[in-house]
């Protein structure tokens, strides 16, 4: 495979979440060695399974000893998670060298936790954004490793928000494995 955008060499990816994520991560030279989709229904679930071999890829996956024991032994760099809808166990989370990151749609320590775009709406946030941090044991509680702001309409809801961060979402999750 060939060398990532940053002249460094690319990451073996353990994924969780949302497909295109992992398509754009992909894309950006690293290799996906296990890709966990959290929706039979998700955009780009088709284009994936038919990038990785079928003992890479699943939806909605039992995450037991024997998934994390198959998973470790893919020789992961990272445990990437971009939407994924459970907490992940521990046991994944120190499955790899580097460790684990995600992507939070708030300004940490913001909005921890479920539902933070209801959050930002209900409460008049006027800024929110997105945070890419280290995962722990405890939802959101992981050091922040960047963040990416946006202003926040008074016409939006919990949607219109949801919309509005994809794409500054994915940005900062292709900038910082990036990075690593």
């Known amino acids: 495979m060939s060398k990532s955008g940053s002249g460094r060499e690319p990451l073996r990816i353990a994924f969780f979440g949302l497909p295109i994520a992992a398509l ?3 894309e950006d030279g690293h290799e996906i060695v296990r890709a966990a989709i959290c929706r039979d229904d ?31 032994a893919l020789s992961p760099n990272l445990v990437v998670s971009w939407f994924w809808t459970k907490r992940l166990p521990p046991s994944i989370l120190k499955a790899t060298r580097l460790g684990a990151l995600g992507v939070h749609p708030s300004l940490l320590p913001r ?3 479920p539902d933070p775009y209801f959050w930002t709406i209900d409460r008049g946030d006027a800024l ?6 280290w995962l722990e044991a405890e939802y959101d509680t992981g050091a922040v490793i960047a963040q990416r702001s946006l202003d926040v309409s008074p016409s939006w809801n919990a949607w219109d928000l949801a919309k509005a961060l ?13 990075r690593l």
């Open 128 to 133: 929110t954004g997105v945070s890419a941090h």
């Open 42 to 72: 998700a955009l780009g679930l088709r284009r994936l399974s038919r990038a990785l071999p079928p003992d890479a890829f699943s939806v909605k996956p039992r995450i037991d000893a024997a998934y994390v024991a198959r998973t470790r």
């Open 24 to 26: 754009l991560l992909r």
């Open 111 to 113: 909005h921890r936790g």
């Open 166 to 178: 994809d794409r500054p979402s994915l940005a900062l999750l292709r900038d910082v494995v990036r």
